[in-house]
């Protein structure tokens, strides 16, 4: 017959986790065998029963009227000791600190950790570069100087002098971690810490590296070469696989980032993949129309075309002279902000010319209403795309 195990740990059939937790902490504490000796059976039960209810599969299992255990014997998981792996000690460790389990009058229940490796991954590096827009747009190999820590080349990462090995800790005996046990309402609580003579791994190296002091690795500077590619911008990221930190025991070596940041141009001011510049051209060229070239920021020459009539603020697109995609390589627009220069200071013959012009035109001075100069491309329409910073 399935064992009931919503009866064992005292709950209803359709408990939440939550709920689960509580009936097991409240019924490990009164049966646990430092508290209540001679309750060692009924505190495994208990146990088993929150690991099956608190398992998907297993808790499925039971409500459709089966037993996830069947066969496997009163203890399921192995009992006292954690013998079976996966048992109610690693259950009672998540509820009573940190790795930590209730001891006894002999045995207990361990960690089960055990040692880490001497040898681990590397952390990753990060150097910052500089570049003018005309860097970001072109793409550049940059030299640049890493701080970081390199594999040793005397011990190759062993961290031992010679031919000298590492031996088991004597204050760990190799486990990695120290045990110590202390009173509570509860009895004796035992704690698990790291060792702190082996640092957790169980061996010391009594005789280092001369070169390294036994890490394995040493730090140094190194002049290398990175290619930045064509349309990268400020704040992105080169990554070099394999480049950064060493890690400790030789281990395998972190990633490098190349951090950009981008120095402002003098002449254009950069939105994503466009550009924008302003250009001043004569009130004269603006009405009667004009032809100029301006240099790309690739260093290339275009014609900028000014349509008779052209009105300040006005702008003309330049469709592929932007900034290349950094992905794709498509180069953005370049936006050209025509700003039309009114003279401030006449001589006599340009007074006198644009006084005939004046009298030839006979243009009025004319008070705008409100709807026309709503109107798009009106004056208010104008304004309020200028404070809008469109």
């Not at 195990?5 to 709950?11: E, S, T």
């Not at 055990?114 to 940059?142: I, W």
């Amino acid at each position: 017959m399935a064992r009931d195990y919503y009866a064992i740990l005292g709950v209803a059939k359709g408990a939440s986790d939550q709920e689960l937790k509580r009936a097991y902490r409240k019924k490990a504490r009164e049966l646990h065998p430092d508290v209540n000796p001679g309750k060692e059976d009924e505190f495994k039960e208990v146990s088993t029963a929150y690991e099956v209810l608190t398992d998907p599969e297993k808790r499925r299992i039971v409500d459709a009227g089966g037993d996830p255990l069947a066969g496997a014997g009163a203890g399921g998981f192995g009992g006292f000791g954690g013998g079976g792996g996966g048992g109610f000690g690693d259950v009672f460790e998540a509820f009573f600190g940190n790795g930590g389990a209730f001891g006894g009058g002999g045995g207990g229940f361990g960690s089960g950790r055990g040692p880490k490796s001497r040898v681990q991954p590397g952390e990753p590096a990060l150097v910052n570069v500089t570049l003018d827009l005309a860097e970001c747009a072109k793409g550049v190999a940059k030299e640049i100087t890493v701080d970081t820590a390199i594999l040793c080349d005397v011990c190759t990462g062993s961290g031992t002098n010679g031919d000298s090995k590492p031996v088991t800790c004597d204050i760990c005996k190799g486990a990695g971690e120290i045990q110590s046990v202390q009173r509570s309402f509860l009895g004796q609580v035992m704690t698990v810490r790291e060792c702190p003579t082996c640092h957790g791994v169980g061996e010391v190296i009594p005789d280092p590296c001369h070169k390294c002091g036994g890490d394995g690795r040493y730090r140094s500077r190194r002049t290398m070469t990175v290619r930045i590619p064509a349309g990268i911008e400020n704040g992105m990221r080169v990554r070099l696989t394999g480049q950064g930190e060493v890690g400790l025991g030789g281990g395998p070596a972190g990633d490098l980032y190349v951090e950009v940041a981008e120095r402002p141009h003098e002449v254009f001011l950069r939105d994503k993949d466009d550009l924008h510049c302003t250009v001043k051209v004569p009130m004269a060229d603006a009405a009667l129309g004009a032809e100029f070239e301006v240099e790309t920021i690739l260093g290339d020459p275009v014609t900028v075309t000014v349509a008779p009539g052209t009105q300040p603020g006005q702008i003309v697109k330049l469709r592929g002279q932007g900034m290349p995609h950094v992905s794709s390589g498509v180069r953005g627009t370049m936006h050209v902000h025509l700003d039309v220069v009114v003279p401030t200071r006449l001589d006599a013959a340009q007074t006198e010319a644009l006084k005939k012009y004046r009298k030839i035109a006979a243009d009025e001075i004319e008070v705008v209403n409100t709807s026309a100069a709503a109107a798009p491309g009106g004056l208010f329409s104008r304004l309020r795309n200028a404070f809008a910073g469109k």
